[in-house]
């Protein structure tokens, strides 16, 4: 049973790093256009979330899901 439920916090941490690894990676796109975002280092930032992750691979499906969409 305990184990179902560390699964279920697992899966639910990784979504939430998959959210903000996105949200980090549209702010990193704003910068390069150009707008000031207070000098942050988002690929040392996305690159310390994606190390959180239980399992990293969710970034990979999450990103080449996200290519699909806008093709």
Known sequence: MFDSIKNSNDELNDACLVG?????KIMKEVKLEGDNL???????IIELR??????????????????EHLK
């Open 50 to 67: 994606r190390r959180d992750m239980v399992d990293p691979s969710l970034l990979e499906c999450f990103i080449e899901a996200s290519k």
């Open 38 to 44: 207070n000098d942050i280092d988002f690929d040392e």
């Open 20 to 24: 903000i690894i996105k949200t980090l």
